[in-house]
Structures are given as C-alpha cells and as structure tokens.
C-alpha cells in the first residue's frame, strides 16, 4: 500500500523559507504517468493546490503563489519536496502531499503538518 | 474564495440521504471530471469519487457521484455516523490552470 509522510519544521519565521519532505513508500516515484503534488489548507479556510512534479524534474505551479513555490524531486531516496520562499502569517496552514496520475484527481495523501509562521 | 461552490453545511439522520453540491464553471466543472474526498481531523484526506462517478477500491456503494454541466453532486445513503466529516468537491480550472477545490462541506449525522 501507497503511503506518503510529511516532514519539515512545524514553526517559520516570518521572511524565511519553509521547506517540506514527503516520503513515499510502498511504491516508486519514477512512474512516468504519476505526479507529486503539494496542497495546503490554512486554518479554516478551502484548500489550495499549490504544484506538482514528475519524476524527471518537471514541475507545475499555482500561478497564485507568484514565483514563491519551488517543487523538487529525488528519486534516489523516493522523496520529493516543497520551498515556499517569503513566507508571513498567511502561509501557515496544514500542508498535505499527495499525488496524481493523468486525470486530475488526488488518489493518495499524506496526513499532513501543520506549518505556523510566527517569529 | 473558491470557483467552486458548495453548501457550508448539510445535516441528516442516521439511515437517510444527503446530497452535497458542488458548483461552478466552464472552465472547470464544465469541462473537467470532478473528484470528491472526505477529510477527517488528524487523518489524511481520503478519495471517495473520481472523474465524476468513479469509485475507488474500498468506496462502499453508499458513496455515488454525478455531474451535469457545471454542477457536480455527491450522494451518500444510508448514513452512519462514521460520515460525520467535510467533504470536498475537487476538479481542474482551464483559466486558472490549476487543480481547484470548493470550500468544503461539513456534514453532521443527527
């Protein structure tokens, strides 16, 4: 069974960067049809794709996140990984990973990390 | 604020049927499948329908979904209250190209 983790700091301080791991098993990130993605939920408030990535590197983004996101992959270590540059209070949120294939649907998700920004 | 519309709030009995929308437009619904997922505190969000009415393994039958136009809806019969949870209504946006979510729906087993 496909199961995702999140890890990274639960605290940012405000300017910095926040950056996040998700590690798969049970399965290879190197599917070519598969994409990596990256979502968001601040407190409530609707969720928010943020991107994705393939294996090969190729990435896609949120055009509301104006250049902050950059998503990453290494497929050594079957992990990929979020940089969201410029951060302030509205970025904390619980931060999910998750994947797609070709059809735009999220068939697996991590649990989740709550990510706060606060000096 | 969400392209995509949903009710704040849907409540029903346990044994009945509730019906949760999701509304939008033809850059999204009208021209994409829609996908629904329940997310539980604490708990990762879970896939119940994709590409509009599809079930994945393990989605008992009480879980149905259907799309016309620029509406999507979700069915859940015969509810327990294990349902009790937010439900998410999720598709692709042409304009925005980006994947979109509507703004949850909180459903409350009485």
């Known amino acids: 069974q496909l199961q995702l983790q999140e890890s990274g700091p639960g605290l940012v301080e405000p300017s910095e960067t926040l950056s996040l791991t998700c590690t798969v098993s049970g399965g290879s990130i190197t599917n070519s049809n598969l994409y990596w993605d990256w979502v968001r939920q601040p407190p409530g408030k609707e969720m928010e794709w943020l991107g994705d990535?393939?294996?090969?590197?190729?990435?896609g983004y949120n055009p509301s996140l104006r250049g902050r996101v950059t998503i990453s992959v290494d497929t050594s270590k079957n992990q990929f990984f979020l940089r969201l540059t410029s951060v302030t209070a509205a970025d904390t949120a619980v931060y999910y990973c998750a994947r797609h294939q070709i059809s735009p649907y999220f068939d697996y998700w991590g649990q989740g990390v709550l990510v706060t920004v606060s000096s | 604020q969400s392209v995509l519309t949903q009710p704040p709030s849907v409540s029903a009995a346990p044994g009945q049927k509730v019906t949760i929308s999701c509304s939008g437009g033809s850059s999204n619904i009208g021209s994409n499948y829609v996908s629904w997922y329940q997310l539980l505190p604490g708990t990762a969000p879970k896939l119940l329908i994709y590409e509009n009415y599809r079930r994945p393994s393990g989605i008992p039958d009480r879980f149905s979904g259907s799309k016309s136009a620029t509406s999507a809806t979700l069915d859940i019969t015969g509810l327990q209250t294990g349902d009790e949870a937010d439900y998410y209504c999720g598709t692709w946006d042409n304009s925005l190209r980006a994947h979109v979510f509507g703004p949850g729906t909180r459903l409350t087993v009485l």
């Open positions: 990535v393939r294996y090969s590197g190729g990435a």
